[in-house]
């Protein structure tokens, strides 16, 4: 193992304010980081085709996908963990007895059970993102890496309880991702770091949402956005300021990587 250090960023709340913008002082103190020799990697729920833009725009070619399930390396693919595709048939049934719409996404694409449906419409208009394709047989023929299951939040302890052999993880009003147990961003950078050959104690994450939090936990230093919830703010080594009051640069500043 070597001592060479990485940062792995959260996209949404972290590295992009909330009109989905990269503050300057973030996109300086991300090419600073680089032409220190410091890797710099995303760590996002996000598929690798909803970040494709911002990966080329800041030069990223090492990303942790759904939360853990798809992790690359330049182009090294060095974790792949699908839904079982048992899980997925019968957690739709129930979803349709519930009138509850689906989206099924792999590395290339998302496509929904559900041509027009508000709770989709809402989740993807706050990410600004286009509605889903529409085709209910996506995920027969192909590996899926997550799924969204859309319903409130006070109509998902019944899902909780009756797929034991799935992890939920609340993302918005109306969605929540679906994902194979355990996974998650930490399980991501154990992959990436042990591909890499990388000291746990050198990996450092900035985060703000719920999906972070285990993230936070395995980095040797976990950093919490001064907008990131309450519960992330208390499980993080250091607290920086809000994404749009130069969060990032802050938080690099207090870890002395700046």
């Not at 519930?98 to 706050?126: G, R, T, W, Y």
């Not at 319903?151 to 019944?158: K, P």
């Amino acid at each position: 193992m070597n001592n060479e250090k990485i940062v792995f960023f959260d996209i949404d709340g972290t590295l992009l304010d909330h009109d989905k913008q990269i503050p300057a002082s973030t996109r300086e103190s991300l090419k600073k980081l680089t032409e220190n020799g410091i890797h710099v990697a995303i760590a996002t729920g996000r598929a690798p085709f909803m970040f494709a833009n911002l990966r080329k725009d800041l030069g990223i070619n090492t990303f942790i996908s759904f939360n853990g399930q798809y992790v690359k390396h330049e182009d090294n693919v060095v974790l792949t963990n699908p839904l079982s595709k048992d899980e997925i048939i019968s957690l739709e049934e129930a979803a349709k007895e519930n009138n509850h719409p689906m989206v099924f996404l792999d590395h290339e694409a998302m496509m929904s059970n559900h041509d027009q449906h508000p709770h989709i419409m809402k989740s993807m208009d706050d990410l600004k993102m286009h509605y889903p394709g529409f085709d209910p047989s996506y995920y027969h023929s192909r590996e899926i890496y997550q799924a969204l299951l859309f319903c409130e939040s006070n109509e998902e302890a019944n899902y909780r309880n009756t797929y034991g052999n799935l992890d939920f993880i609340r993302w918005h009003d109306f969605s929540m991702d679906v994902i194979p147990p355990g996974g998650s961003k930490a399980r991501g950078i154990e992959a990436m770091i042990e591909h890499l050959g990388f000291k746990r104690e050198n990996t450092y994450a900035f985060g703000d949402a719920l999906n972070d939090i285990e993230m936070l936990k395995f980095a040797g230093t976990g950093i919490a956005m001064g907008n990131a919830y309450e519960e992330v703010k208390k499980v993080a080594d250091v607290i920086t300021d809000p994404v749009d009051q130069n969060g990032i640069r802050s938080g690099l500043e207090k870890v002395g990587l700046l």
